[in-house]
């Protein structure tokens, strides 16, 4: 049985996240490191599987560096000082959820050969514990927050402007708006409360769960807004003019800005990708941040990031991290405004469906969906992650969720109807394979 995801493991607390498994996921994480730092999102249930990982780590020998309620890439940035971390957090997930994520000292989450060695421990070789008197012992750090800000204020210097930030009721709260603030922005802030009920709005930051932002960019003036997910991994925007600049909007941006010579994006990220980019390689991997900086760190990558709004910017970490997205962004909107830059954006018609999948039978329908898109004949067909067929006028991508029991269908086409053309005939394929 596989417990890790392309983003740890979360799910709904006390049922798929239980204290005793966070305990003894602890636990395993210590039987390999014996220096661990800490932290947590906004949750209500947070504090509690903190406090389990906690009593796990320290049972398995290993000292516990107690980070408190931080950003996700604010956790994998203190974790530099020491052997690994783990982060509490569901992320963009609803309040019934949580989860646990491992991480680097180079800021990438736990690669997948780490999360198996995690799991083997869990669920196969077993878990030891420690005597009475070796025990680890349990530090509090006050500092994981002012190095973030200070790691990030000496790339991104002075900046001016005035900038709307939404930190969805989490975790940014406590750190977006005083950098830009330090940094020499005026800053207006939306649910900059941690909340882990998320009164505001729902801790994704969608077009639809930011039109607060939008309508407060306009009606202050402002040069940008800003948005973050519950545990400060993903960034999006809005321009000046109060337009939604999702992830698809931001990839070719931030890869043109960053990419000096190559750049890593996921199998479902726009092809608009490469064609905005001039003499900068693309390299496409699985979908999923892990996958992501592995890619970076075995290319040497200048840039990564994926259509969700995770950005990974190695110059400063390998983490996906929605802070440093979010000055970067402002900085770029120092030169020109934001609603300049995606006008230049190539534009494609983009079609995104799930669909039930019995998880039993899911190796068998995935050869079959296979089968099905080489009968489409594609100019090419990579099985990756799921299965992406390339045409003359787009794609088609379907891969199996690795949260849920379903298939996901991302087409892009280079018009509306060539969208619907692939949809269609994705549909056709994935009827006669699952029904």
Same mark, same amino acid.
């Given at each position: 049985m596989k417990l890790f995801g392309s983003s740890g493991i979360r799910g709904k607390f006390n049922e798929a996240i239980t204290p005793e498994l966070v305990c003894r996921i602890g636990q395993a994480v210590g039987n390999l490191y014996d220096e661990v730092v800490v932290g947590w999102d906004a949750r209500t249930t947070s504090p509690l599987l903190s406090n389990a990982v906690i009593s796990g780590l320290l049972a398995a020998g290993s000292d516990v560096y107690i980070a408190g309620m931080?950003? /996700?890439?604010?956790l994998a940035h203190a974790a530099k000082e020491l052997k690994a971390g783990i982060m509490?957090?569901?992320?963009? +997930?609803?309040? $019934?959820? +949580?989860?646990?994520?491992?991480? +680097?000292?180079?800021?990438s989450s736990f690669g997948s050969l780490q999360m198996e060695e995690v799991e083997e421990?869990?669920?196969?070789?077993? @878990? %030891? %514990?420690?005597?009475?008197d070796e025990v680890g012992h349990l530090h509090t750090i006050d500092w994981a927050v002012e190095r973030?800000?200070?790691? @990030? %204020?000496? @790339?991104i210097g002075k900046?001016?402007? /005035?900038?709307?930030?939404? *930190?969805?009721?989490? /975790?940014?709260?406590?750190? /977006?708006?005083?950098?830009? #603030? #330090?940094?020499? *922005?005026k800053? @207006?802030?939306? +649910?900059?409360?941690?909340?882990?009920s998320f009164p505001g709005r729902n801790s994704e930051p969608s077009e639809e769960n930011t039109r607060l932002l939008a309508r407060t960019v306009v009606e202050s003036g402002a040069n940008i807004g800003i948005a973050h997910d519950g545990d400060g991994d993903r960034t999006v925007a809005v321009d000046e003019t109060g337009r939604f600049a999702d992830g698809d909007a931001l990839m070719p941006l931030l890869s043109k800005l960053e990419g000096k010579s190559t750049v890593v994006v996921p199998i479902n990220a726009s092809m608009a990708v490469d064609r905005y980019l001039d003499n900068v390689q693309v390299v496409r991997c699985r979908v999923g941040d892990v996958y992501v900086s592995e890619k970076i760190k075995e290319v040497n990558a200048d840039f990564g990031g994926e259509p969700s709004g995770t950005w990974v910017f190695p110059r400063s970490s390998l983490c996906p991290d929605g802070i440093f997205a979010a000055a970067r962004?402002?900085?770029?909107v120092q030169e020109r405004p934001l609603s300049e830059y995606l006008a230049e954006i190539p534009k494609f018609s983009v079609i995104r469906k799930r669909v039930d999948m019995d998880p039993t039978k899911r190796s068998e329908s995935m050869d079959k969906i296979g089968e099905g898109l080489k009968c489409l004949n594609p100019r090419e067909l990579s099985d990756m992650d799921g299965y992406r067929a390339v045409f003359e006028n787009g794609w088609i991508l379907l891969r199996p969720s690795g $949260?849920?029991?379903?298939l996901k269908i991302v087409i892009e086409g280079d018009s509306d109807e060539s969208a619907q053309a692939l949809f269609q005939n994705a549909m056709t394929v994935v009827k006669g394979v699952l029904g």
């Open positions: 931080v950003s /996700t890439p604010t509490i957090t569901a992320s963009h +997930n609803p309040p $019934t959820d +949580n989860g646990v994520k491992l991480w +680097n000292p180079d800021g421990l869990l669920l196969e070789k077993g @878990i %030891s %514990s420690v005597a009475w973030h800000m200070d790691g @990030i %204020s000496g @790339i900046l001016e402007g /005035t900038v709307v930030v939404d *930190c969805g009721n989490g /975790t940014t709260s406590n750190i /977006t708006p005083y950098l830009l #603030r #330090r940094l020499g *922005c800053v @207006i802030t939306l +649910n900059a409360h941690p909340d882990g962004l402002v900085q770029i $949260t849920e029991p379903k």
